[in-house]
């Protein structure tokens, strides 16, 4: 199976739903822009998305496309976000969308699972730095771009973490594949 996307604004419960799809024994791959800002943020001179978002993109093109080619070698591989991420992001700051960036959105799973930020969940950090609203509309960015290169969109629905695995693996049919 191609890799599968878990995408959505900031403070949907992302990470959370990755980290229980790691727990059940998938393989998951993290949230690459969340570890490039910690990264980038501890460097005198660190390319931050708020600061130089064409060149943090540009950072988390390559890394995404290293964690989809190594995601390649297993059958059931979770992302928690993929290239098309970057899309959104860029879009929202009306900066163009390099072809090479649109030609690596081939090799994931044609449906991309979307969580929707929950407030009482969300965490305004050093991070996270926008607030609400602000999520809200990138999540928004973020279904129009997937949709734009092809995509299915899928809407996790809210609930607790057991209700959104089974949600997504029913989904995708993998309950019968773990048995």
């Given at each position: 199976?191609?890799?599968?996307?878990?995408?959505g604004?900031?403070?949907?419960?992302?990470?959370?739903?990755?980290?229980?799809?790691?727990?059940?024994?998938?393989?998951?791959?993290?949230?690459?822009?969340?570890?490039?800002?910690?990264?980038?943020?501890?460097?005198?001179?660190?390319?931050l998305?708020?600061?130089?978002?064409k060149?943090?993109?540009?950072?988390?093109?390559?890394?995404?496309?290293q964690?989809?080619?190594?995601?390649?070698?297993?059958?059931?591989?979770?992302?928690d976000?993929?290239?098309?991420?970057?899309?959104?992001?860029?879009?929202?700051?009306?900066?163009?969308?390099?072809a090479?960036?649109?030609?690596?959105?081939q090799?994931?799973?044609?449906?991309?699972?979307?969580c929707?930020?929950?407030?009482?969940?969300?965490?305004?950090?050093?991070?996270?730095?926008?607030?609400?609203?602000?999520?809200?509309?990138?999540?928004?960015?973020?279904?129009?771009?997937?949709?734009?290169?092809?995509?299915?969109?899928?809407d996790?629905?809210?609930?607790n973490?057991?209700e959104?695995?089974?949600?997504?693996?029913?989904?995708?049919?993998?309950?019968?594949?773990?048995?």
């Amino acid at each position: 199976m191609l890799p599968i996307i878990i995408t959505g604004g900031p403070g949907a419960g992302k990470t959370t739903l990755i980290n229980a799809f790691s727990s059940a024994g998938y393989t998951t791959y993290p949230e690459v822009s969340r570890i490039l800002i910690e990264e980038q943020s501890q460097l005198d001179n660190g390319i931050l998305p708020w600061a130089n978002m064409k060149a943090f993109a540009e950072l988390c093109f390559i890394s995404m496309r290293q964690q989809k080619r190594q995601s390649g070698r297993v059958d059931t591989v979770f992302l928690d976000r993929a290239i098309p991420d970057i899309f959104g992001y860029l879009k929202q700051q009306n900066l163009t969308i390099p072809a090479s960036y649109i030609e690596e959105c081939q090799g994931y799973h044609s449906q991309v699972f979307f969580c929707r930020p929950e407030v009482s969940v969300y965490v305004q950090d050093d991070v996270r730095p926008y607030p609400f609203d602000g999520a809200l509309e990138i999540h928004q960015a973020l279904i129009e771009a997937y949709q734009e290169v092809g995509f299915e969109v899928v809407d996790v629905p809210w609930g607790n973490v057991a209700e959104r695995v089974s949600f997504v693996e029913q989904y995708l049919n993998l309950q019968t594949e773990k048995v």
